[in-house]
């Protein structure tokens, strides 16, 4: 049974950092492609950055330039590190992945909040 647990969410300041953390047990974490959604109150889920196997990288045009994903194989984590948050940045992030493309095969995990604000 695939897990999900994702972490490293708080309260910031805008302009702040933070960096997510999701691992993931019960697979083979190394072949999938994964990928950060976020999911703010009252709004659809979304794809915000999705990773391949082999390290490709996409972002959302709504973050590009400010989020970077990175995974580490040997941690079976995958990693967000957000910069110069916005207060639209608020929202719940989760994570999940698929085999062949960026998608969201599993349950997903409890998530992750992280609120902009002032």
């Known amino acids: 049974q695939v897990q999900l647990v994702e972490s490293g969410g708080g309260l910031v300041q805008p302009g702040g950092s933070l960096r997510l953390s999701c691992t993931a047990s019960?697979?083979?974490?190394?072949?999938?492609?994964m990928g950060w959604y976020r999911q703010a109150p009252g709004k659809q889920r979304d794809l915000v950055a999705g990773?391949?196997?082999?390290?490709?990288?996409k972002y959302a045009d709504s973050v590009k330039g400010r989020f970077t994903i990175s995974r580490d194989n040997a941690e079976n984590t995958v990693y967000l590190q957000m910069n110069s948050l916005k207060p639209e940045d608020t929202a719940v992030y989760y994570c999940?992945?698929?085999?062949?493309?960026?998608?969201?095969?599993?349950?997903w995990g409890q998530g992750t909040q992280v609120t902009v604000s002032s």
């Open positions: 999940n992945g698929g085999r062949t493309r960026v998608a969201n095969i599993w349950a």
């Open positions: 019960g697979i083979i974490f190394s072949i999938y492609h």
């Open positions: 990773i391949t196997s082999d390290g490709g990288t």
